[in-house]
């Protein structure tokens, strides 16, 4: 009778259809490669708008505080999806920021940095599509940022090392190997981050 009802549990375990696997459920780990504008690099480019200075009515020299360049944030990082709503990992992001103190042709520097960061992820994904075409999903990272150059002329010189975090609240992906994918929040990897995404 034992030998009977094995059977037939067997039997009943191979006539119940299998859950085709998701294609990010088959390509687990992901790699992707973003660009974004922090906040810090968003006020120093407008100091140049802003004017902060005047230019001599005779010679039409400036003199002031201009901008040194501010080229936005470059990130990489690197996760794995643990389920089909968590995934975990890390990122890592460069950013360079300078101001000058302008004085007719003198240009000196009032503050220039590299800034490199390091955060551990944590990714959310709290809507996709059947076939993972389209995803929605909220990101957060915790870690450091090592800031190396002086950060003002005179007063703070040298590196250090800071806390830094990043929230992002609303993030879209879409395709398939390969994902587009927007990233809006706020933190060391700026408030409006773009990118690319591949699985596998």
Known sequence: MKKILLFFFALGLLMVPARAQTFAELHPNEISAGYSISLVNFGIGLI??????????????????????????????????????VSLGAA?????????????????SIGASNLYTLLVTGKFDWYHTERDIFSMYSKIG????????????GVLNGAVILPA????????????????????????????????????
């Open 48 to 85: 140049n708008k802003a004017g902060l200075g005047n230019i001599d009515p005779e010679t039409g020299e400036f003199s002031g505080i201009q901008s040194g360049g501010s080229g936005g944030i470059i990130s990489m990082a690197y996760s794995r999806q643990m389920n089909p709503y």
């Open 92 to 108: 890592a992001s460069f950013n360079r920021v300078s101001i000058n103190a302008v004085s007719g042709p003198n240009v000196s």
């Open 142 to 153: 915790l870690g450091a940022m090592y800031v190396q150059g002086d950060i003002l002329e």
């Open 165 to 200: 975090a990043q929230c992002s609240f609303i993030c879209l992906e879409a395709g398939r190997s390969v994902h587009g994918f927007l990233e809006l929040g706020l933190g060391s990897l700026g408030f409006a981050q773009i990118g690319v995404r591949t699985r596998f």
